[in-house]
């Protein structure tokens, strides 16, 4: 007994060192982008407004970095608990891809700050209003990125982009989100368990949630036809999950489809009428008993220490509806759909919530 428990506290040890190497190498290559990005792209007031600035309280800041360490330490606990397997993309093979996405990046850096500093979210919107297939608040440049969600470039960067935005940190909030997912489900046959992961993007999340549950049969529902495809092909493995263009106020999707239904960074996007549609559809696919994980922003009151950076991104990031997202009370939202809510986990900058159709 005490040398297979010696052997089972060594290869915890070794796997936590793996880990701490891993991400602590993920987080300064993305820091670092970060840190050098603000560099170059100065101030992002334009002339004559006020400057504002975003620096916490020294205590306050400590708080933020105490956040950020505890995400990870979640993160590693998950693993250990053996709710999803430790996380392999820091690998050599990726390196050059790695590079070429932060060349891209920083090519694109003065066209997006270009829009920033004019206040420019809508370059999409004439390119793709005359195929006339997209809701007019989906035709926008959200975060001022170039294409918005409808170009082959955008899927493919969205990555980069997002894990420069938030340190490195990115993957694992989501990870704490599939966490949720999987203590619903464990236990179960995941054969048996039918998800939908709505607005599924470039497959990023999808792809998380299967290298930790690889035979769950898997729908991903997303609006831009590019992120659609982008999808399919990093999901090729799996040849049990479908990529469907559409959207979830609409769902192509008959009644009670699904045992359970994941939602990443979607909800901070949809105007408050479309959020109350999206509820009620996500209610109508979703079975009764079945689990519903919505992970998005933090919201006013959960962090105070953030509270005054989450009213500047609407406005430095181009997110035309996160104000109303940052007073919107998802329990009561999702309760007049017909859920009940059973867990929420902040994690950083991403709050994970957990509900049961009743």
């Not at 020294?58 to 330490?73: M, S, T, Y």
């Not at 329990?331 to 900058?349: D, P, S």
Request: charged share 25%; with cysteine; proline share 6%.
């Amino acid at each position: 007994m005490p040398a297979t428990f010696s052997a089972m506290s060594l290869k915890r040890d070794i796997g936590r060192a793996r880990y701490a190497a891993a991400q602590g190498a993920r987080v300064a290559w993305y820091m670092s982008q970060y840190m050098l990005a603000r560099r170059i792209s100065g101030p992002f007031n334009r002339p004559g407004e006020p400057r504002f600035q975003p620096q916490a309280p020294e205590g306050d800041a400590r708080r933020i970095r105490a956040a950020f360490l505890d995400l990870f330490a979640r993160d590693r606990a998950n693993i250990e608990a053996g709710l999803y397997p430790a996380p392999n993309d820091v690998r050599l093979t990726r390196a050059v891809s790695a590079l070429r996405n932060s060349a891209n990046f920083f090519l694109d850096l003065p066209n997006v700050d270009q829009r920033r500093l004019e206040r420019r979210g809508a370059d999409v919107r004439e390119a793709a209003e005359s195929e006339g297939r997209f809701p007019v608040y989906y035709l926008q440049n959200f975060h001022y990125q170039t294409g918005g969600w409808l170009s082959q470039d955008s899927a493919r960067l969205y990555d980069t982009q997002v894990e420069i935005l938030f340190g490195g940190a990115a993957d694992a909030m989501r990870r704490i989100a599939l966490g949720a997912l999987a203590r619903a489900i464990r236990g179960t046959d995941q054969r048996r368990v039918k998800l939908l992961d709505i607005a599924s993007g470039n497959g990023r999340f999808l792809r998380q949630v299967l290298t930790a549950f690889p035979r769950i049969p898997a729908t991903g529902l997303d609006l831009s036809p590019a992120y659609c495809a982008e999808a399919r092909k990093r999901l090729a493995h799996w040849p049990q999950v479908e990529i469907v263009n559409g959207a979830i106020e609409q769902a192509p999707f008959e009644d009670a489809s699904f045992d359970a239904a994941t939602c990443v960074y979607l909800f901070h996007e949809l105007p408050p009428r479309v959020r109350r549609e999206a509820a009620r559809e996500i209610a109508r696919i979703v079975k009764p008993g079945g689990v519903f994980v919505l992970a998005d922003s933090i919201q006013t009151g959960d962090a105070a220490d953030l509270d005054r950076m989450l009213e500047y991104f609407p406005v430095g990031f181009h997110e035309p509806y996160f104000a109303s997202y940052l007073k919107e009370d998802f329990a009561a939202l999702f309760g007049e759909a017909g859920f009940e809510l059973e867990e929420v986990e902040r994690a950083f900058l991403t709050k994970v919530t957990r509900f049961r159709k009743r």
